[in-house]
C-alpha cells in the first residue's frame, strides 16, 4: 500500500467553480500556492463517497501523506459550507494513520495510531484477528462510518477522478459532470441522489 492522504465526506454535488474557489482559499490558508496545484476529486458510487485530495508537489509520496497530518482547511470549509461531516485523514503505512473530523467548520473528534503503540494479536500469524483489530483502528473506524470498508478505502486513490486545476478559469458547472464517461454514462439518480 502506497502513503496518501485527503478529506471524506458523503458526496454532495456542487458548483465546480465554486469548488475552486474553497480549494484555492483553504490551499493558501494551509500556507501552499494554488499556482502549481490542483484538486483531485473521488467519488464511489456505491456509497457515495467522495474524497478530495491535492495534486501538487508537496501532496505526492510519504511525506505528501504526512502533509495531510497537520493541514485541514479544506475538510474545514467543506464541513462549514456542504453541512456534512468531512474527515481529513493521512495514511503512512509504515508509521502513522489519523482521522481528524469536522462539521460546521469545527473539529469535532479525531484520532492517530501510531503502529508502533498498536496492540497486535497474541498469534501473529492470525491475519483473520489482525485485519478484526484494523478495523477498530481510525481508518477501519472512518470506513464503517462511511458504509465502506478500510480495504476500499485505502484504495480510493487509485480510482478514477477528476481534476480541477486551480490555475485555470473553472466554468460554473454541477461536479458530476467532472467526471470519465464511465461515471457519467451510470444513471445520476443512481450515483448522486439527494441527500
Known sequence: M?????????????????????????????????????????????????????????????????????????????????????????????????VIAYANGRRVGGEVLRYEDAELPEDENDDRAFEKLQQKWPLGYVARVLGIDREELLRIPRKSSALIELNRHQEPKPLWQLFPERVQALRRHELFAAR
Not at 496545484?37 to 509520496?61: C, E, K, M, N, Q
Open 2 to 98: 502506497e502513503s496518501h492522504g485527503g478529506y471524506l465526506c458523503q458526496y454532495s454535488d456542487v458548483d465546480a467553480a465554486w469548488l475552486q474557489h474553497i480549494a484555492r482559499l483553504s490551499l493558501e490558508e494551509d500556507g501552499q500556492s494554488g499556482d502549481d496545484a490542483g484538486l483531485l476529486v473521488t467519488v464511489l458510487g456505491g456509497p457515495r463517497i467522495a474524497r478530495f485530495a491535492w495534486d501538487a508537489p508537496f501532496t505526492y509520496g510519504r511525506q505528501g501523506a504526512r502533509w495531510y497530518l497537520t493541514h485541514h482547511a479544506l475538510a474545514r470549509r467543506l464541513s462549514e459550507h456542504l453541512r456534512v461531516t468531512v474527515h481529513a485523514y493521512a495514511f503512512d503505512p509504515d508509521e502513522v494513520e489519523q
